[in-house]
C-alpha cells in the first residue's frame, strides 16, 4: 500500500510563519480534508505537496515512483493548447499516448491525403489497444461534459477562468496517482456537476487531499479532516460531522470566553446532520425547520449575540418592489415578467445555470443597471451592501486597519454598544498583531473576508451577495451565517453552496434559463431531491407501463392447454437461436471497442448492437411464454 509520510514541515513567508514542523501520515485510500481560516497556509502545503513550491524544512518518506496529481486552486495553460490537449498533458505513459492520438487526429483532419499520418494514426490506435488506453480517453471526455466542458477542441486560454478550472479537474481525476492534491475543486461547479464529482472522488483509488468550502462535499468525502491553526496541523480521523463534535466537545472543556465558538460548531454539526437528513427523507415543511432551530438557537450564549448582532440603519415598510421587469442581451431573454415584493426580514436564495441571468438580477437590485421594461422601486430607507464575485480593486500597500477606517472606525451593536475597527477585525478572524498588515500581502480568501466585514460596517438594511462562499474558509463561512440568521434587514443571495442556502434561505428564485422565475418556499436540497424525482418520473411510468404489459400478456396467453404446431417448432429451435444472438452481441461489443476513431465505422456497429439487444429481449419474452406454456 502506498503511503507518504510527511514531518520536520515548516513555511514562511516574508516574517510571516504559516506552519512550523508539521507531519502527517496519509495512506492509501484516505481522504482528508484540509480546512483553516484563509491565510493560515492551507494551499501553500498542497504546492508544497506537489512540488510547486519549496518548504523551508521538510521531510518526506514515500515510495520511489510516488506519482502526484495536482489541481492548483489557479491552473495555467499553455498558449495554443486545445481542451482534450490540456486534459491528456499529464506525464504518465497512458496520458501521453492519448495525448499523441488526439493530436494526430486532429493533423489527419487538416490533411486528410497525409499516407504518414495515416499510418501514424494506424499505429497509435493499434498501441491504444495494446494499452487499453481507449477506457481513458472515454472518461476525460465524459469527465468533460459532466463538468459542463463541450468545446474539446477549443483553445484552453479563449475559455472563463471557471472554464479553465473545470478543465483542469478533468485532468487531475483521469490522471493515475497516488496522492490526488485538490484545491477548491467544488468552485464554480453546479449542483449536478458536484455530486457528479463527489462520486468521482470516493472511487479514486491513491490518497486524496482536498480543500473545499462545501461542507456538504467535505462531510460526504473527507475519512480525516487535517485542520491548520496556530502554525500546526491538528489530524481528526472522521468526517467533518465528527470533527464538529470532537471540536464543540473540546470548546465545552474551554474557558468562558469560547462560548461563541462552541456555538457556531454545534449549530454547524445540526445542520449537517439536517442537510443529511433533507436528501434523504421526504418533503417537511419549511416553516416548521426553521421554528424547530430557532428554538436550538434560543440558547446561544450573549457573547455570541454580542459578536453578531450589529445594529443597522432604520428600515421602512418599503423595501424593494419590482413590477413586470424583463431584461435581455442581444437574442437572449434572461427575465421576462418578473414582480415581487420584498418585505424585512426576507431571505432569498437565487439558483439556476450559469449564464441564467442572476447577477443580472442582482446588479438591478442595486442600482447598476435598469430593467429593459418595467420598474424597480427601492424605499427611501434603503440602504444597500452589494458583494460581487470580483473584489473591487485595492491598494496593496494600505493596512487592514486603515482600510477598514476608511469605512467607521467605530461601530454600534444591537444592544447600543460600541466596538472599535479593530475589535471587528478581531471579530472576523483576523488576530490584533495583523491589523498592520498591508493588503498585498494577504491571501484571496483573507481579502473577500476583509471586503465582507467592510461592506458591513456600512451598517446596511439590504443585503446582495453574489456567490458569497467562493475562496471563504468555512470559519468566515460560519461567522457570515450567523450574521445573517441574527440581521434584521433583507437577504438576497446567489449561491450554488448547499449548505449556505439550507441554513439562510427561506425562498428561493429558481430561473430557468428562458427569461421564467419561479418561487419556492423549499430548502435548498429539498427542492433539488424534488426535482430529481420529477425527472425520474417518466422513466417510473414507462417502466411500470412495461412490467404491466409484461405480467398482462402471459396471463391473458396461458390460458392455452398446449403449444401450437409453429409455437412447438419455435419451442424447439429457440434456445439455439437465443445462444447465436448472444455471440453476436459480444461480436458486436468487442467491435465497438475496437472501432477506435473510425466514427462511421462505430456509429454502424453501434446501430447494430442494438438491434441485437432488441431482438435478444424479443426471443427471451418468447422463451418465458413458451415455458410457461410447455410447464402448465
Avoid at 496517482?177 to 464554480?188: F, G, Q, V
Avoid at 418585505?343 to 435598469?370: E, F, P, V, W, Y
Avoid at 476608511?406 to 461601530?411: P, V
Wanted: charged share 25%.
Amino acid at each position: 500500500m502506498s503511503h507518504l509520510i510527511v514531518s520536520n514541515c515548516t513555511k514562511t513567508v516574508g516574517d510571516k510563519t504559516l506552519f512550523e514542523n508539521i507531519e502527517f501520515t496519509i495512506v492509501e485510500g484516505e481522504r482528508a480534508g484540509l480546512i483553516g481560516i484563509n491565510g493560515t497556509g492551507k494551499s501553500t502545503l498542497m504546492a508544497i505537496l506537489a512540488g510547486e513550491l519549496e518548504a523551508d524544512t521538510i521531510d518526506l518518506d514515500r515510495p520511489n515512483k510516488y506519482r502526484v496529481a495536482y489541481l492548483p486552486q489557479n491552473p495555467e495553460f499553455s498558449p495554443g493548447e486545445t481542451v482534450l490537449q490540456a486534459v491528456f498533458a499529464g506525464d504518465s505513459p497512458i496520458l501521453k499516448l492519448n495525448r499523441q492520438y488526439e493530436e494526430t487526429v486532429i493533423a489527419l483532419s487538416h490533411k486528410p491525403e497525409s499516407t504518414t499520418l495515416q499510418e501514424q494514426l494506424f499505429r497509435l490506435q493499434q498501441q491504444m489497444d495494446q494499452q487499453q488506453a481507449w477506457d481513458v480517453n472515454a472518461l476525460a471526455k465524459t469527465a468533460l461534459t459532466k463538468l459542463g466542458i463541450e468545446m474539446f477542441e477549443e483553445q484552453v486560454v479563449n475559455l472563463s477562468g471557471g472554464q479553465q478550472k473545470r478543465v483542469a479537474l478533468a485532468k487531475v481525476l483521469i490522471e493515475p496517482a497516488d496522492l490526488y492534491l485538490l484545491d477548491e475543486p467544488t468552485n464554480h461547479l453546479d449542483v449536478q456537476s458536484t455530486e457528479w464529482l463527489q462520486d468521482m472522488v470516493l472511487r479514486l483509488k491513491g490518497a486524496v487531499i482536498f480543500i473545499t468550502h462545501d461542507r456538504y462535499f467535505l462531510d460526504a468525502v473527507s475519512t480525516h479532516i487535517y485542520e491548520i491553526a496556530n502554525q500546526t496541523l491538528y489530524k481528526h480521523n472522521g468526517n467533518y460531522a465528527a470533527y464538529l463534535e470532537a471540536k464543540a466537545i473540546r470548546q465545552e472543556m474551554a474557558v468562558a470566553t469560547q462560548a461563541k465558538m462552541r456555538n457556531r460548531y454545534r449549530s454547524e454539526l445540526k445542520w449537517i446532520r439536517r442537510g443529511a437528513q433533507a436528501r434523504s427523507t421526504k418533503q417537511k415543511a419549511r416553516i416548521q425547520r426553521f421554528e424547530e432551530l430557532s428554538e436550538n438557537l434560543e440558547h446561544k450564549s450573549d457573547d455570541m449575540n454580542l459578536e453578531l448582532g450589529l445594529a443597522t440603519s432604520r428600515l421602512g415598510k418599503k423595501v424593494i418592489e419590482a413590477n413586470d421587469i424583463s431584461k435581455g442581451y442581444q437574442d437572449k431573454n434572461l427575465l421576462e415578467h418578473f414582480s415581487f415584493l420584498l418585505q424585512q426580514g426576507d431571505r432569498i436564495g437565487i439558483i439556476g445555470a450559469n449564464g441564467a441571468g442572476k447577477s443580472t438580477l442582482l446588479n438591478m437590485l442595486a442600482g447598476n443597471i435598469t430593467p429593459d421594461k418595467g420598474v424597480i422601486d427601492v424605499g427611501s430607507t434603503v440602504r444597500i451592501a452589494h458583494f460581487t464575485q470580483h473584489l473591487p480593486e485595492m491598494n496593496a500597500n494600505q493596512r487592514m486597519i486603515e482600510y477598514i477606517r476608511e469605512t467607521a472606525n467605530d461601530i454600534e451593536d444591537a444592544t447600543g454598544e460600541h466596538h472599535s475597527a479593530a475589535s471587528m477585525l478581531e471579530r472576523f478572524l483576523f488576530p490584533l498583531h495583523t491589523h498592520g498588515t498591508p493588503i498585498g500581502k494577504l491571501s484571496g480568501g483573507e481579502r473577500k473576508r476583509l471586503y465582507l466585514l467592510k461592506l458591513l460596517m456600512e451598517q446596511p438594511n439590504v443585503l446582495l451577495l453574489d456567490e458569497p462562499t467562493n475562496d471563504l474558509d468555512i470559519e468566515t463561512l460560519s461567522v457570515l451565517e450567523d450574521f445573517i440568521e441574527q440581521f434584521p434587514g433583507v437577504v438576497v443571495t446567489i449561491s450554488h453552496d448547499r449548505f449556505f442556502l439550507d441554513r439562510i434561505a427561506k425562498k428561493l428564485w429558481v430561473f430557468d434559463g428562458h427569461g421564467g422565475i419561479e418561487e419556492s418556499l423549499e430548502i435548498y436540497s429539498d427542492y433539488l431531491a424534488k426535482q430529481s424525482q420529477i425527472q425520474a418520473l417518466p422513466h417510473v411510468k414507462e417502466e411500470k407501463v412495461e412490467k404491466v404489459e409484461k405480467v398482462k400478456e402471459p396471463k391473458v396467453k396461458m390460458q392455452k392447454k398446449k403449444l401450437s404446431f409453429k409455437e412447438q417448432k419455435e419451442w424447439e429451435t429457440i434456445e439455439e437461436e437465443i445462444a447465436k444472438v448472444e455471440e453476436d452481441i459480444m461480436a458486436a461489443e468487442e467491435g465497438v471497442s475496437g472501432a477506435g476513431s473510425d466514427f462511421t465505422l462505430l456509429q454502424n456497429l453501434t446501430a447494430e448492437l442494438e438491434e441485437l439487444n432488441a431482438k435478444y429481449e424479443h426471443l427471451i419474452e418468447r422463451w418465458e411464454y413458451l415455458q410457461d406454456i410447455v410447464n402448465g
